[in-house]
Every structure is written in structure tokens, then in C-alpha cells.
């Protein structure tokens, strides 16, 4: 049951109400964001706001999808991934990106996709939420952001640094009340007043770190004007300019104007997804220059990295971190060493390999790392039953050259494991491993629905 204040408020936004209301009968679509640095296009249709967006016929079991744990695609609602029509319509090009909300890490893969050459700052408030996160980035294997954990106001700080910051808020997740019962259960009036108290000192704390021409994305999956058009509304009085786009009507999307910015909203009636708005504005005012070197800025190097340069392609740095070696992209090596200064970051671009004793263990971000040198790593093709118990943290019996390996199944890699005599040990992480353990008959069933309903190919 809808909350009773939720619909009498609901009554007065939405001249179709009784559509709006029919529209929680109906069960929420399945819908999936192809990893573009891995998968090769394919059969599937595009949805027309994301080049690798894909609705699904019906909702298999991803968690018996050895290709989803190798990064392959992410789930995903269809209403999210407006975002990207949303920045094609601004025409921009942002070189440094925060998503300042970042958990799971949905509009983290999809800026690293949309801004492959940017370097993006993932950042998450709660610290619970941090572990996803950065399994989600090191699965899309884009190698290219830095995972945080800061208050918006310690990012204010970073004076008129960003290009792009995106603010997929914390709200009172009224756009999900079809999906999640307890969405419904926790919502209150007093819960939506103090999301947007929330959601305000959020957006004063990071206005500062905008850089003069940058552009600032807003969104929320609630349907409250206190949390969405009077959030805007906020921002301009900050000074924020105004931007206004057209999306297509025929996508079914709700587009309004609020003081020359535009605003776009998904209802579940309107459009095959969950409720979700999104706006955007950009700043002009100047601010101070920032300084983003200093003799602690630049990232120090090992003094000895020829033993394990050659695991990576390209131009890579290196740092040793207590006992991890961290890679970081060359080109970035001196804003990251800079940020490491002000941040702090949980997780490096790609954690490369963690020293156990004398030997360097290579690291899970390397095997899903679209960077991974390819030729220079034994590889073991798995079953699918193979792939799942390796999933499970299982030692598989099998023969293999000592030494470390990496797993792959269907080309699809998974990570590493270290052959010894008969066996080949599990070096999956613990904390992602999975619990499911199907019979023979149930996973043969599942992946044959996985192939017809999601079929892939991994890129060349």
C-alpha cells in the first residue's frame, strides 16, 4: 500500500494519478549497461538515451553469470541512464569529474564510460557503502578513478577543480516504492524535509569544488518538489546558471522549465523504468586559483618496478602502499598525487599486486584491469560449473605450471589463482565471493536463459 500522505501529495503533482497509481501493479523492468571496454556490440536493441543500455525480456539470475562478475555489463535501471543523453545535450567534454554520491557505482561506470580519458572521483560518505563501490569500479576495469570517503564539505575545499560534479542525491527514494516494499515502510513527510535539508548542504558544501564553466548534474529517485525543483531553485540562488536542453518527447519523459533550467522527471507510467529526475547548471562567477602541486604532490616511485612494469600496457606510475603496489595512470600523475594529499583515497585507480612475504600476489583490480598485459599471464579456461566454484572461493583440481595464473571463462576473466601440485588455489576475494550453490541441473538452466535473454560477446 502507498502511503496515504504520499498519494494525496502525489494527487495534486500528477494530473494522471489513477495512471500513475495503476503503473505499481505492473512489475518493474529488467534492464542492463553493457561495459563498451569489454563487450563487443551486438543483436541486442539500444535503448535510444544510451548507446549500452539494454532491456531485458525478463530477469535471469546475473549472481549464476559468470560474465557479470567479470564486469561484462552492470544492472541497472532504465531511468538512470538518462543521465547520459542529459550530458550529450550539454555538449561537454570534462577532463575531472566527482560523483559526489558515488555507491554502488552505477553513474561511476557510466561517467568512466561516457569519459574515458577523464579521471573521475568516486566518492561515498558511508563507509558500509565502500566496499561495492570500489568492486564495482575495479570490475568495469577502467583503471582510471580513485575511490574516497569524505564529507562534501572536505571536498568544498578542492576550490574550482572539477569539470563535472554529479549529485545522484540521498532522497527519500519515493521513485522506488515499486521495486522496494521497504521503501514504502520507512518513507514519512518529516523523512522527505530531512532529505532536503541533506540534499542542500550537500550542494553548498560542493559548489565551491565546481570549476568556473563547469557544469553541475543533480539528480534524485524521489518525486518531491522539496527535493528536486526546489533544490534547483537553491542552486540558482547560489548563482549557478540556468541550462536548459530538449530530450525527445517521444521517450515519454516529463520535461518542465524552473527559472529557464530544465528539469526532466521519469514517471513508471510514462516510461518503462523506475521515478527518477535530474537537472543541471552550470557556474560562470570566477574563484580563487588553486594550487595543485607541492613537493609532497607528485606520486614517488618504488625504486625497483622492472619486476612487475610489464603486468600492465601503457603508461603507468607506481606507488608502494604499506604492503600494495598501487598503479595510477601517467597522465595523471600529478593531480593524483595531489588528491592523495586532500583525500585521502580507499582505493586506487588499480591496486596491482599485494606483497605476501617476498613474493608480489597480483591483485584482483589487475585481472579485470582492461590494461592487464595479456600475453604475459598463464591462462586457465574454466567450465561453467568450473567458473561458478571458483566464484564459490573453491580450489579447482586441475593441472597447471606453477606459478600464479588467471581464470578465464568464455574469454570473460575472473581473477587469479596460484597452481601447486593436482590444484589450481583460489585467490578470489573473500569478501565477493559468492554463497548460491546451485545443482547441476538449476545452473545449466540458468545460463541457458542468461544466453537468450542477454547474449554477449567480449570485445577484440
Not at 503503473?23 to 549497461?33: G, I, L, N
Not at 557544469?215 to 529517485?221: D, F, M
Not at 606510475?317 to 601517467?330: L, M, R
Not at 579456461?381 to 568450473?386: I, M, N, R, V
Amino acid at each position: 500500500m502507498l502511503p496515504d500522505v504520499f498519494c494525496q501529495r502525489m494527487r495534486q503533482q500528477l494530473p494522471d494519478w489513477s495512471a500513475f497509481e495503476q503503473a505499481f501493479t505492473r512489475p518493474a523492468p529488467s534492464a542492463v549497461r553493457r561495459n563498451p571496454f569489454k563487450t563487443s556490440p551486438h543483436t541486442l536493441a539500444e535503448m535510444p538515451w544510451s548507446r549500452t543500455g539494454h532491456y531485458l525480456s525478463s530477469r535471469p539470475r546475473f549472481i549464476l553469470d559468470p560474465r557479470f562478475h567479470s564486469g561484462a555489463y552492470y544492472v541497472q535501471d532504465p531511468s538512470c541512464m538518462i543521465l547520459e543523453a542529459v550530458l550529450q545535450a550539454l555538449k561537454i567534454n570534462p577532463q575531472r569529474i566527482l560523483d559526489a554520491c558515488g555507491a554502488p557505482g552505477g553513474k561511476s561506470t557510466h561517467l568512466a564510460s561516457l569519459f574515458p580519458e577523464s579521471l573521475l572521483v568516486s566518492n561515498e560518505v558511508i563507509q558500509s557503502r565502500l566496499p561495492i563501490l570500489a568492486e564495482n569500479l575495479s570490475k568495469w576495469g577502467h583503471s582510471h578513478a580513485i575511490v574516497t570517503q569524505q564529507d562534501p564539505r572536505i571536498l568544498g575545499r578542492l576550490a574550482a577543480y572539477f569539470d563535472l560534479i554529479v549529485v545522484d542525491a540521498p532522497c527519500s527514494g519515493e521513485g522506488l516504492f515499486r521495486k522496494d516494499p521497504e521503501a514504502q515502510q520507512n518513507w514519512s513527510e518529516a523523512h522527505v524535509n530531512q532529505c532536503a535539508r541533506r540534499q542542500q548542504r550537500i550542494l553548498e558544501d560542493l559548489w565551491p569544488a565546481l570549476a568556473p564553466g563547469g557544469t553541475l548534474v543533480y539528480a534524485t529517485c524521489t518525486y518531491a518538489p522539496a527535493e528536486n525543483e526546489q533544490q534547483l531553485q537553491h542552486l540558482l540562488a547560489l548563482g549557478a546558471e540556468a541550462l536548459s536542453w530538449q530530450l525527445p518527447e517521444h521517450w515519454g519523459l516529463r520535461q518542465w522549465s524552473v527559472q529557464g533550467s530544465t528539469c526532466v522527471q521519469c514517471l513508471p507510467h510514462q516510461f518503462e523504468g523506475e521515478g527518477f529526475f535530474i537537472t543541471a547548471v552550470k557556474k560562470t562567477t570566477c574563484a580563487p586559483a588553486i594550487r595543485r602541486s607541492s613537493p609532497k604532490a607528485r606520486l614517488e616511485s618504488p625504486k625497483n618496478t622492472a619486476a612487475y612494469r610489464h603486468w600492465l600496457q601503457g603508461d603507468w606510475c607506481f606507488e608502494k602502499h604499506q604492503e600494495e603496489i598501487w598503479a595510477w595512470p601517467a597522465r595523471w600523475q600529478t593531480d593524483l598525487g595531489w588528491l592523495q594529499t586532500q583525500l585521502n583515497p580507499k582505493h586506487p585507480p588499480l591496486r596491482l599486486g599485494k606483497y605476501k612475504g617476498q613474493t608480489l600476489q597480483p591483485e584482483i583490480d589487475l585481472s579485470r584491469s582492461i590494461y592487464c598485459a595479456e600475453d604475459y599471464w598463464p591462462r586457465q579456461e574454466l567450465t561453467l560449473s568450473e567458473a561458478i566454484a571458483y566464484l564459490q572461493g573453491e580450489a579447482l583440481p586441475r593441472e597447471a605450471p606453477g606459478g600464479f595464473v588467471r581464470c578465464f571463462f568464455e574469454d570473460w576473466p575472473l581473477g587469479w589463482a596460484k597452481a601447486a601440485p593436482g590444484r589450481l588455489n583460489n585467490l578470489y576475494p573473500t569478501g565477493q565471493r559468492i554463497r548460491i550453490r546451485p545443482d547441476k541441473e538449476t545452473l545449466a538452466e540458468a545460463w541457458q536463459t542468461l544466453q537468450n535473454v542477454l547474449p554477449l560477446a567480449p570485445s577484440k
